[in-house]
C-alpha cells in the first residue's frame, strides 16, 4: 500500500471509564450490614451461584466422519467467540488409527483454530483430532468436554485427470478485462522451468497483471495432490517470501470443499505504513472453497463444468506507532476449464482506502 498512510484513519485510543466511589456511602452501607441493617431481624443470606458459562462447541473441518479428504488437508476449528492464543499452541492433537501424533503447527487467529501437519498424511488412513478443555477463549471460558472427530483421507494420489490445470510449457492463454470500470488485455504463458529453493517450479509469465504494464513470473508446482505456490518475481513483494511455498489448491476437486490452506501471526509487513522508520507486523490467513462446477459463455467461447473456486486472503496489519490495525482483503474468483485451465477471474481488493476489482475472461487461447 502506498500514498496515505491508513495509520492516522484507523488509530484509536482506548481509555478506561472512571470508576467512582462514593466513601460515605461506602462506609454507610458497611455500617448498615454490620448492624443489621438498622433496625429489626435481619433475613437470611442466600449464597449466589457462580454461573459456569463453556465454549460452545466448534464448527470443525474436515466434518466428522468425511472421506475422500485431501492428504495436503488442514484441519480447522472455528468458535464462537476470539481465542487465547496462548492456550492455544498445545491443544488441537491430530492422531492416526494407530494412536500415534501427527506432527503439526497449530494457529490461532480470532476465534478459528487451524492445524497444519508437518508433512502430507497418509493415503487410505482415518485420523482423529482433539481439542483439550485447556483451550480458552478471550473471556476465560473453556470446554466442558474434549471435542473429538474423526475423518479418512483419499485412498489413493487423486491428481488432476480433467486437466483443469495444465503444466504444458508454451501455453498461452490471452486475457480482456477491466479494472474497475478501466479495460485492459493481460497474456499468461507457461515459460518453462526454474529453480526455487531448490525446487524446480514451472513458470507462469504475464504481460500486464492487473493493468500495472509490468511483466511478472509467477513459481507453481503441481503435483498429484494439488499445487504450490512459490511465489514470484517481484521485487516490490516483501511479505510473498515469508510465506512461500505454500499448498494453493487440493485435489481432488469436490464442490463444497474448503479448508484454511495458511495462517501466520506476527509477520514482519516489510513497509512501514505510519512513517516511525519501523515496518509494521501482520497476522495472515488465507482459505479457498471448491464452490461448484458450471458453464460459462466468454469471448473465446462457451465452456462446459468451469470449475469455480474461491480463495479469501486476510491480512492483518498492526501499526508500531500505536498498535493500532486495520485489515487488507481479497476475494479471489477464478474458474478453469477442463483441458483449458483458468478461463476467467473476479478479484475483490479492499483497503482502508477503497476497494478495486479486477475482472479477466478468456479471448483466445493456445495449446502447443
Known sequence: M??????????????????????????????????????????????????????????????????DISVSTSISADFSEALDPASAATAMILKNSGGAVIPAEVVC???????????????????????????????GDHLELPKTWSFTTVSASPGDPLTYFPTDNGRTW?????INTSPFVNTLTISGTDVVNGITVDVYTESNRDDDGLTMKTYRLKDGDGLWYYGTDDPADTL??????????????T?????????????DYGQDEDGDGINETCDVAIS???????????????????????TLTQIEIT???????????????????????????????????????????????TAP
Request: hydrophobic share 40%.
Open 109 to 139: 487467529l480470532g476465534s478459528t483454530l487451524t492445524s497444519f501437519p508437518a508433512s502430507s498424511l497418509a493415503y487410505g488412513e482415518t485420523y482423529t483430532v482433539t481439542i483439550g478443555t485447556g483451550l480458552k477463549g478471550m473471556s
Open 174 to 178: 490471452e486475457f480482456t478485462g477491466t
Open 240 to 253: 510473498t517470501p515469508l510465506l512461500a511455498p505454500y499448498r494453493e489448491m487440493v485435489f481432488p476437486l
Open 2 to 67: 502506498k500514498g496515505q498512510s491508513p495509520g492516522s484513519i484507523f488509530s484509536k485510543t482506548f481509555r478506561p471509564p472512571a470508576l467512582t466511589v462514593s466513601l460515605s456511602a461506602l462506609l454507610l452501607s458497611t455500617l448498615l450490614v454490620a448492624c443489621g441493617g438498622g433496625g429489626g431481624d435481619s433475613a437470611p443470606t442466600t449464597p449466589v451461584t457462580p454461573t459456569i458459562t463453556y465454549l460452545a462447541a466448534p464448527a470443525v473441518s474436515p466434518a466428522g466422519g468425511a472421506t
Open 319 to 365: 501499526l508500531s506507532r500505536d498498535g493500532s490495525a486495520f485489515v487488507v482483503q481479497e476475494w479471489n474468483s477464478k474458474w478453469y476449464a477442463p483441458g483449458i485451465g483458468p478461463v476467467k477471474r473476479d478479484s475483490l481488493f479492499s483497503t482502508p482506502l477503497g476497494i478495486t476489482r479486477v475482472i479477466e475472461e478468456l479471448s483466445a487461447f
Open 255 to 267: 464442490p463444497g470443499a474448503g479448508q484454511m490452506i495458511l495462517a501466520k501471526t506476527g509477520i
Open 288 to 310: 479457498t472453497l471448491m464452490e461448484k462446477f458450471e458453464d460459462l459463455s466468454l469471448p473465446a467461447g462457451n465452456f462446459t463444468a468451469t470449475a469455480k473456486i474461491n
